[in-house]
């Protein structure tokens, strides 16, 4: 069993920045990848950011979020972080950790959800 623990959501202003983090732990082989995903309300849930365990780090990002968020991990603590920086009210939403990663070394990769931090952003 794998959970993931999100924290660092919240209040902040048009302009902020905040830091997501997310700790994965339980029953977990390997991590292959690990990223954040949002909802906003009324709308479907998207990918903000993702980045590879291995090969140093290998990053992607949602067009809307580049050049102000950055997606980085520590791989000794299996914790994935999102710095969100010049935040806009229409990041407003619900942030999702998600692991794609390996319960055993003999299962096929599969995805891991946490519960969910709200970020919101005021004007």
């Known amino acids: 069993q794998v959970q993931l623990v999100e924290s660092g959501g919240g209040l902040v202003q048009a302009g902020g920045s905040l830091r997501l983090s997310c700790a994965a732990s339980?029953?977990?082989?390997?991590?292959?990848?690990m990223g954040w995903y949002r909802q906003a309300p009324g709308q479907q849930r998207e990918l903000v950011a993702s980045?590879?365990?291995?090969?140093?780090?290998?990053?992607i990002y949602v067009d809307s979020v580049k050049g102000r968020f950055t997606i980085s991990r520590d791989n000794a603590k299996n914790t994935v972080y999102l710095q969100m920086n010049s935040l806009k009210p229409e990041d407003t939403a619900v942030y999702y950790c998600?692991?794609?990663?390996?319960?055993?070394?003999?299962?096929?990769?599969?995805?891991?959800w946490g519960k969910g931090t709200l970020v919101t952003v005021s004007s």
């Open positions: 998600n692991v794609v990663g390996r319960p055993y070394s003999w299962h096929a990769p599969q995805e891991y």
């Open positions: 339980g029953i977990i082989f390997s991590i292959n990848a």
């Open positions: 980045i590879t365990s291995g090969g140093g780090g290998t990053t």
